[in-house]
């Protein structure tokens, strides 16, 4: 029987870590605790809920299940799992979330050294999903290449970013904006929710379990346990890095007041702290970052749709590192017009069915009470992104009275009625009442 030792333990910690570490993942924390300003240590504590919490719940609710989202989606009945699964795959691999990571890693990393243009763009997108196709091809190699090779690399570079975000700040903590002072904690809370790194743990999920069985692990109890391990390790690192990039945002405001996004925070924080040079180690944390976020997201939808379609993975690796490459010269901005609207629709559902897969045992027929929820839930996502995409006239005038709907999150209460209902329902109809494991 084949056991991790720590080192294999450290590797595999790290590699979750890189498959969560995005651009956005650097990018908000900055412009959050620039907007915080003296609130910034509330604002912070929300963000890590949402931007630690929530990615690490999804990842130990697929480990206990055994499975990807297929077996998380089981109890909704076979054609609806799929759909939605399917959803999900799509929008945070080839459609939207795999191409932004390249077109942001060229704007961040890569257009101060070249200038925007689309055959620059082109040239950088070639080259980076020739790296990407390099390291997705093999995903049992993905614990050593990433996990023991790109991973240290990228960390030095944040250690070196952080360290002087605390012990060297532009300046002293600014002022906060109004949001902020009204509610510190739930703006934070929201801004971590808008990560959107509960979806990235849908799939990286069977990419963190698929590695560790590559490595000979076989006994599922162990494969559940080593998941929950490196997601701990992940998310401790995640904190670290989140923490520091909202000091940075709220001690810049005298050399980044102006700016309108969390890249540009960055770049001035770097220029003054270690002058032209130092835009070489912002493009090696981006570039690093999204490389590594795009592996995992390319990986997981191979071995998604490879199954599903029951088609070579190598195939459906290099359609999707085509198709992806091909999007990503559409531009930033017309792929988050695009996307936005969609990952906000999705959110809300990859949000409660992770909490109802967590809660399992609590009822006697998984399917009384996942199908009702998660139909209300729904509803409430296609509602939030039609909002999104700018089609408010088309949603009735009800929905933004609803509680909280102010903030983004209408559908909490709806959806926990329902729950309570269908809970309701399922313990009067029969059936044995399952007891934890």
């Known amino acids: 029987m084949t056991r991790f030792k720590g080192s294999d333990l450290l590797a595999l910690g790290f590699m979750t870590f890189a498959l969560f570490l995005g651009a956005g993942n650097i990018i908000f924390p900055a412009s959050a605790g620039m907007a915080a300003g003296e609130y910034v240590w509330k604002a912070a504590l929300g963000f890590l809920l949402t931007g630690v919490g929530l990615p690490l719940l999804t990842v130990v609710a697929l480990a206990r299940v055994g499975g990807g ?11 609806a799992g799929t759909l939605l699964a399917v959803a999900v795959y799509l929008a945070i691999g080839p ?9 942001v890693s060229f704007e961040i990393g890569v257009v101060p050294f070249t200038g925007d243009s689309a055959l620059a763009l082109f040239a950088y997108t070639c080259v980076y999903f020739g790296v990407v196709l390099f390291l997705s091809l093999k995903p049992g190699q993905l614990l050593d290449r990433v996990g023991k090779v790109i991973t240290p690399v990228l960390l030095i570079a944040l250690i070196l970013l952080g360290v002087a975000a605390v012990f060297a700040p532009a300046g002293p903590v600014g ?24 979806l990235g743990a849908l799939v990286f999920g069977v990419v963190i379990a698929t590695a560790i069985r590559d490595r000979g692990v076989t006994m599922p109890n162990l494969v559940t346990r080593y998941s929950i391990i490196a997601v701990i390790i992940a998310g401790t690192g995640l904190a ?10 709220a001690t810049s405001q005298a050399i980044a007041g102006q700016a309108s996004n969390g890249g540009q925070i960055l770049t001035a924080y770097v220029q003054q702290t270690f002058g032209n040079p130092g835009l070489l180690l912002l493009a090696a944390v981006i570039i690093l970052a999204c490389l590594t976020t795009g592996v995992g997201l390319i990986t997981a939808c191979g071995e998604f749709f490879s199954e599903l379609l029951q088609v070579s993975y190598a195939k459906v690796v290099w359609v999707f590192v085509l198709f992806s490459l091909l999007v990503s010269n559409q531009g930033l901005n017309e ?31 998984s399917a009384r009470v996942f199908r009702p929820v998660m139909g209300v839930t729904l509803l409430f996502g296609i509602v939030d992104g039609l909002v999104a995409a700018g089609f408010d006239a088309l949603v009735p005038g009800v929905f933004s009275q609803l509680p909280w709907a102010e903030l983004g999150i209408g559908w909490v209460v709806p959806v926990l009625i329902t729950l309570l209902v269908a809970v309701a329902v399922d313990r009067m109809l029969p059936g044995p009442l399952r007891t934890p494991a």
């Open 240 to 249: 670290l890095v989140y923490l520091s990039l909202f000091y940075l945002g």
């Open 335 to 365: 792929l988050i017009r695009v996307s936005v609207p969609v990952l906000v629709g999705l959110y809300p559902l990859a949000i409660v069915l992770v909490g109802l897969a967590l809660a399992d045992r609590l009822w006697r027929s």
């Open 175 to 198: 002022g906060s904006v109004e949001a902020y002072q009204a509610q510190p904690l739930m703006k934070g809370f929201l801004e971590g929710y808008l990560t959107m790194d509960a």
């Open 95 to 103: 459609l939207f979330a795999t191409p932004r990571t390249a077109v």
């Open 69 to 79: 989202m297929p077996a998380l989606t089981a109890p909704l009945g076979k054609w």
